[in-house]
């Protein structure tokens, strides 16, 4: 796993605040009877950064410092973790307060330019995200049909929080050597890869030996967040938009949607794939074979 050394890196001080993400309640099911469950609990987290605020976030609070930290960098807010001095999370104000070292230039022309997102809980960008994209460029790699389905497999354990209470998504940082290395679930897929991303940052891991998985959909926010982390290849159980397959194919994102058991569609790098582990074919039914037949 490449690292960058962290005895050679000043990182911030960072509380440990993360809550619970789920909350008992009873319902009536469709008899009439009680019947004990969870629910995620959506709470509002307002981050300050110098004492000026920025955003509000929808989150389940589960991993606080981490998603702020990811979404520092991913919105290109502050580029150098160095710059951080201190990441406070405080619940009884709903707040968190960002210390830098010497404050941070251009956040006034970042937060002018704001662009709403189609993420659920209703994701942010800011700035001008599309020119940064421009400048990226991947490198994605050979990768082995059969690793996809041992990874599939394993997400089949994850998913804790959904399985539990539903309403959220997950993401996970994986790799074809250490399978599931980090999996985040919040209530919009955007708080999710924030989170990892932050988990990296601090963590000084690089990107371009990983996958990305994400159990939403495939959309031009997902891709360029995971592009800017320079992870080459995404997954999604879900589906794609076509702006998302335009920003993937530019910047050369392995881009696999609809991934569940032995079924995935690769809509940009299938050919990067090897394919190693073909299931069975399918048979044809009576009526395609007829309608295709040179009688």
Not at 20 to 35: M, S, W, Y
Not at 105 to 131: P, S
Not at 190 to 196: C, E, F, K, L, S
Request: glycine share 10%.
């Amino acid at each position: 796993m490449a690292t960058i050394p962290q005895a050679a890196r000043r990182l911030p001080e960072l509380t440990d605040a993360g809550l619970k993400a789920t909350a008992d309640v009873v319902a009536l099911n469709e008899f009439g009877e009680p019947v004990d469950g969870a629910i995620a609990v959506e709470r509002a987290l307002t981050l300050y950064l110098d004492k000026q605020e920025l955003v509000t976030l929808m989150t389940l609070g589960n991993h606080p410092e981490l998603l702020i930290l990811g979404w520092l960098r991913n919105q290109r807010m502050i580029t150098d973790i160095e710059q951080i001095r201190a990441i406070q999370v405080d619940w009884e104000t709903e707040s968190a307060a960002i210390v830098t070292w010497g404050g941070v230039d251009g956040i006034d022309d970042k937060l002018e330019r704001k662009t709403v997102t189609t993420g659920c809980g209703q994701g942010t960008m800011f700035g001008d995200l599309m020119a940064d994209i421009d400048e990226v460029r991947m490198q994605a790699p050979t990768l082995k049909q059969s690793a996809i389905y041992a990874m599939l497999g394993e997400l089949s354990e994850y998913n804790e929080i959904y399985k539990n209470a539903g309403a959220v998504h997950g993401c996970a940082l994986c790799s074809e050597a250490n399978g599931i290395e980090l999996f985040i679930e919040d209530v919009g897929r955007h708080n999710a890869v924030d989170a990892i991303a932050g988990y990296m940052w601090l963590h000084g891991l690089e990107g371009h030996d990983k996958l990305f998985y994400t159990t939403g959909r495939l959309t031009s926010e997902m891709v360029i967040k995971v592009a800017l982390m320079e992870i080459p290849v995404l997954l999604s159980r879900s589906g794609i938009t076509a702006m998302g397959l335009e920003i993937a194919q530019k910047v050369g994102v392995t881009l696999i949607a609809r991934a569940k058991g032995k079924h995935f569609l690769a809509y940009h790098g299938g050919e990067l794939i090897d394919y190693d582990a073909r299931p069975p074919a399918k048979p044809r039914s009576a009526g395609r074979d007829t309608r295709h037949s040179p009688d």
